[in-house]
């Protein structure tokens, strides 16, 4: 009887895996969603955002608000 292969499994995705894949979505995400995502602090995710994805993958990070509404960040690649 011949052995059988055990399945390759995906590895859990990444914490900043986690916080791109929530920035590209059409809605973008709130603090509250990226720290829920990642279990990291406000000021944590606000230096990945400004120092990994900014400075270091050259992707843009935008943000908009609405009156009365979260701060909401979507991501974009920069233009070179």
């Given at each position: 009887?011949?052995?059988?292969t055990p ?31 990642t279990g ?38 920069v233009a070179?």
């Amino acid at each position: 009887m011949p052995k059988k292969t055990p399945k390759l499994e995906r590895p859990a995705a990444t914490k900043s895996e986690k916080i791109a894949a929530l920035l590209q979505r059409n809605t973008g995400a709130t603090l509250a969603d990226l720290m829920k995502a990642t279990g990291w602090q406000e000021h944590s995710i606000r230096g990945f955002m400004s120092g990994t994805l900014k400075k270091r993958q050259g992707i843009e990070v935008r943000s908009a608000q609405e009156e009365g509404k979260p701060r909401r960040y979507l991501m974009g690649r920069v233009a070179s």
